[in-house]
């Protein structure tokens, strides 16, 4: 069992950047590899980056690639989300996830993964 713990959203202009953080809690945590979506109003949750439980595979949507950056301290059982460059269409409730059963990649497919946090709010002004 893991429990998330989101943090770090906000209210951003476009152009700004903010660092979200997901706290895991538990012993096993470099055994999951992690992922962020997204959900906005109207829309289908997206995906948005993916790490591998060993943090050498990242994986990135179409729309935030060379704009945010996951990346991962299994140390501190935290993955971390540095979204810079943000435009209004990065509003969304940003939700990260663990999948225990990924191996040495990381899945794009929220169905893939086991447990979820509560969300954190993104709001990006114009």
């Known amino acids: 069992q893991v429990q998330l713990v989101e943090s770090g959203g906000g209210l951003v202009q476009a152009g700004g950047s903010l660092r979200l953080s997901c706290a895991a809690s538990?012993?096993?945590?470099?055994?999951?590899?992690m992922g962020w979506f997204r959900h906005a109003p109207g829309k289908e949750r997206e995906f948005v980056a993916a790490?591998?439980?060993?943090?050498?595979?990242?994986y990135y949507a179409d729309s935030v690639k060379g704009r945010f950056t996951i990346s991962r301290d299994n140390a501190k059982n935290t993955v971390y989300l540095q979204m810079t460059s943000l435009k209004p269409e990065d509003t969304a409730v940003y939700y990260c996830?663990?999948?225990?059963?990924?191996?040495?990649?990381?899945?794009?497919?929220?169905?893939?993964?086991?447990?979820w946090g509560q969300g954190t709010q993104v709001t990006v002004s114009s």
């Open positions: 538990g012993r096993t945590f470099s055994r999951y590899a």
């Open positions: 996830a663990a999948d225990w059963k990924a191996g040495s990649s990381a899945s794009r497919q929220p169905t893939a993964y086991d447990y």
């Open positions: 790490i591998a439980r060993n943090g050498d595979n990242t």
